[in-house]
C-alpha cells in the first residue's frame, strides 16, 4: 500500500518541480538545484520538494524564501534554501547543503 503512496507523490513531486522550473526563471533564478531526499530517489507520502536557488538578492538568508512563496505559491511541502551567486561560489566546496546539492542533485535551471 505504501508504495502506491509514494508513486503517486513522486507525481505530484514531478510536476512540482516541472512547473517551478518554468516558472522561476523570470524571478530572477540563476540557477536551481534539485536537491534532498526527493532528488536521490527517497519517495514517502511526506517527502517535501527541495531546491537550493541561486539568485542576486540583497534580502537576509532567513526571508529570502518568502519570496518565492509569495510569488509561486507551492502547490505542496517545498522547501527553498536561496543563496546568492557570491555566497554559492564562496561555500560551494565548504557548505554541506550547497555541496550536497551538487554532487547528489539535479540542475534544473542554469548549468
Do not use: C
Not at 89 to 109: T, Y
Amino acid at each position: 500500500m505504501m508504495f502506491g503512496f509514494a508513486q503517486q507523490r513522486r507525481r505530484m513531486l514531478d510536476a512540482e518541480a516541472q512547473r517551478l522550473t518554468e516558472e522561476l526563471p523570470p524571478l530572477g533564478v540563476l540557477r536551481m538545484y534539485l536537491t534532498g531526499d526527493y532528488a536521490v530517489g527517497i519517495v514517502t507520502p511526506d517527502t517535501v520538494l527541495e531546491l537550493l536557488i541561486v539568485q542576486k538578492t540583497t534580502e537576509p538568508y532567513h526571508r529570502r524564501a518568502d519570496f518565492f512563496f509569495a510569488h509561486v505559491r507551492p502547490r505542496l511541502g517545498t522547501r527553498f534554501l536561496v543563496y546568492t551567486p557570491e555566497e554559492f561560489e564562496s561555500l560551494e566546496n565548504e557548505d554541506p547543503v550547497i555541496r550536497r546539492a551538487v554532487e547528489q542533485g539535479e540542475i534544473l535551471i542554469g548549468g
